[in-house]
Antibody, heavy 120, light 110 residues
Framework: QLQLQESGPGLVKPSDTLSLTCTVSGGSITNNNYYWGWIRQPPGKGLERVGNIFYSGLTSYNPSLKSRVTIDVDTSKNQFSLKLKSVIATDTAVYFC????????????WGPGTLVTVSS | QSVLTQPPSLSAAPGQKVTISCSGSSSNIGNNYVSWYQQLPGTAPTLLIYDNNKRPSGIPDRFSGSKSGTSATLGITGLQTGDEADYYCEAWDIRVSGGVFGGGTKLTVL
């Protein structure tokens, strides 16, 4: 059974860089039938795609965050990561990592999510 | 302001049927597949419907999806108290080269 697990600091200071890692178990991140991504949810609000990455390293970012976001993949550790720089209070959210079918719609496996608070 | 428009809330009685609408445009729903998610309080979303009307294994057939033009609909029959949740639609949008979500619909089963 595929499992995803987010990890990283729960508190980040304004203007600093938010860094999260998603560890994938029960399946290979190099399976080219899927790609991997980050979705966030501010407290009490809806879902927002942050960006995604194919195992080849090709990325796609939400245009509203593109200037601040980097998503990388580490195939040796079966992990992918998120870096969001120059964070502000409105970046406070639960961050989910998830898997998406290459030729089908929908994020079919999700991590439980991790709350990241931006505060001094 | 979400790219896809959903009603903020709906309510219905146990056993009844409910439909949740999702309105978009030709850049998203009109030319791409729609997915639907259920999010129970404090948990990650679960994929209910993909490719407009397909159910992943394990999703009961009480849940159904359809699409017409630039709108999509999620149907839930035989409502149960356990169906109380937030529901989100999603579709690929060519303007942003990525998926966009609806604002979510809070379903109350009373």
């Amino acid at each position: 059974q595929l499992q995803l697990q987010e990890s990283g600091p729960g508190l980040v200071k304004p203007s600093d860089t938010l860094s999260l890692t998603c560890t994938v178990s029960g399946g290979s991140i190099t399976n080219n039938n899927y790609y991997w991504g980050w979705i966030r949810q501010p407290p009490g609000k809806g879902l927002e795609r942050v960006g995604n990455i194919f195992y080849s390293g090709l990325t796609s970012y939400n245009p509203s965050l593109k200037s601040r976001v980097t998503i990388d993949v580490d195939t040796s550790k079966n992990q992918f990561s998120l870096k969001l720089k120059s964070v502000i209070a409105t970046d406070t959210a639960v961050y989910f990592c998830a898997r998406h079918g290459e030729s089908t719609s929908g994020w079919d496996y999700w991590g439980p999510g991790t709350l990241v608070t931006v505060s001094s | 302001q979400s790219v896809l428009t959903q009603p903020p809330s709906l309510s219905a009685a146990p056993g009844q049927k409910v439909t949740i609408s999702c309105s978009g445009s030709s850049s998203n729903i009109g030319n791409n597949y729609v997915s639907w998610y259920q999010q129970l309080p404090g948990t990650a979303p679960t994929l209910l419907i993909y490719d407009n009307n397909k159910r992943p294994s394990g999703i009961p057939d009480r849940f159904s999806g359809s699409k017409s033009g630039t709108s999509a609909t999620l149907g839930i029959t035989g409502l149960q108290t356990g169906d109380e949740a937030d529901y989100y639609c999603e579709a690929w949008d060519i303007r942003v080269s990525g998926g966009v979500f609806g604002g979510g619909t809070k379903l109350t089963v009373l």
